[in-house]
Each structure stands twice: as structure tokens, then as C-alpha cells.
């Protein structure tokens, strides 16, 4: 019904900058939060920084400071600026959507397949 691609990952050094995107696609009516996650080998996946439809942020608090995370609502895509990236950075990071779909009044939760993100020191 509802897809998620995200885009962007790759290899940088540390100190550089990456931006990742997601873009849904399918039945989607609106829809509310937009978030970041990441897993890092050996780690449980955790919150990086999330949106609602109306622009409140949040973000976790290794990343305060160097990530920002928006959207543009009429291409249904969130975005996810990373500055002075560090190797702790180091993880697969996810997109993931509640999104209220056309075929009822019902919010799904939906996620992409994860984009690598490699920080070298």
C-alpha cells in the first residue's frame, strides 16, 4: 500500500556532511510523524530524530546540534542533513512513517529498507 525509499548513504570521512532522503509512495491520504533511525552493529535500533506534519523536531540527544531533519509535505519526503559526521555515526539508518492511508480512516506504520551510512576516522 505504502512505500518508503530512503537515498543518500555512502562513505565519508569524519567531519564531512550527508544528506539522506525518504520518499513514500501508494495509498497515502496524510501523513503525521516522519522519523529517523539507525542500528549500528551489535546495537538495538534507536530514534535519531523525528518530525510531525506541523515541523516540531526532535532529536536524540548524540546528534543535537550537527543533524537536521525536515520534510516537504506536498512530495510526502523527509529529509535528514548530518554535519560534522563522527565514526559513531556509523550505522544503517531507517525512515519510518504513520501514515493515514486513502483506503480508510485507519494510520499504518511503515518503514524502508535502511540506507548505510560509514564514517571513516
Known amino acids: 500500500q505504502v512505500q518508503l525509499v530512503e537515498s543518500g548513504g555512502g562513505l565519508v570521512q569524519a567531519g564531512e556532511s550527508l544528506t539522506l532522503s525518504c520518499a513514500a509512495s501508494?495509498?497515502?491520504?496524510?501523513?503525521?510523524?516522519m522519523n529517523w533511525y539507525r542500528q549500528a552493529p551489535g546495537k538495538q535500533r534507536e530514534l535519531v530524530a523525528g518530525?510531525?506534519?506541523?515541523?516540531?523536531?526532535n532529536y536524540a540527544d548524540s546528534v543535537k546540534g550537527r543533524f537536521t531533519i525536515s520534510r516537504d509535505n506536498a512530495k510526502n519526503t523527509v529529509y535528514l542533513q548530518m554535519n560534522s559526521l563522527k565514526p559513531e555515526d556509523t550505522a544503517v539508518y531507517y525512515c519510518?512513517?504513520?501514515?493515514?492511508?486513502?483506503?480508510?480512516?485507519?494510520?499504518?506504520?511503515?518503514w524502508g529498507q535502511g540506507t548505510q551510512v560509514t564514517v571513516s576516522s
Open positions: 518530525i510531525t506534519s506541523g515541523g516540531r523536531t
Open positions: 501508494g495509498s497515502i491520504f496524510s501523513i503525521n510523524a
Open positions: 519510518y512513517a504513520r501514515v493515514v492511508v486513502t483506503t480508510g480512516p485507519y494510520e499504518y506504520q511503515y
